[in-house]
């Protein structure tokens, strides 16, 4: 089983940064390909950033040159750094984990911005 534990939510006004993390654990390979999705009351769950096994990073277009994704394999652990925050991007954030066709989701941790 595959277990991911987000942190680093909160609130934080416009302009600002935070950094979301997000450990996997359990029966986890590394390099799994990951990524960072979020979700607004009354709106689709999308993708912001996700990052494969090979390394290679997309980014939603609405956060291009805002957010960078990262992860360290040693730890298991992905990062999205969001900066220049503004309040559409305030949403529940989630982690995503695919292994063997299987999708495994965090909890969810909220980010509220405010102006």
């Known amino acids: 089983q595959v277990q991911l534990v987000e942190s680093g939510g909160g609130l934080v006004q416009a302009g600002g940064s935070l950094r979301l993390s997000c450990a996997a654990s359990?029966?986890?390979?590394?390099?799994?390909?990951m990524a960072w999705y979020r979700q607004a009351p009354g709106k689709l769950r999308e993708s912001v950033a996700s990052?494969?096994?090979?390394?290679?990073?997309n980014y939603a277009d609405s956060v291009k040159g805002r957010f960078a994704i990262s992860r360290d394999n040693a730890k298991n652990t992905v990062y999205l750094q969001m900066n220049s925050l503004k309040p559409e991007d305030t949403a529940v954030y989630y982690c995503?984990?695919?292994?063997?066709?299987?999708?495994?989701w965090g909890q969810g941790t909220q980010v509220t911005v405010s102006t």
């Open positions: 995503l984990l695919i292994q063997f066709g299987n999708h495994f």
């Open positions: 359990g029966s986890v390979f590394s390099g799994a390909p």
């Open positions: 990052i494969t096994s090979s390394g290679i990073i």
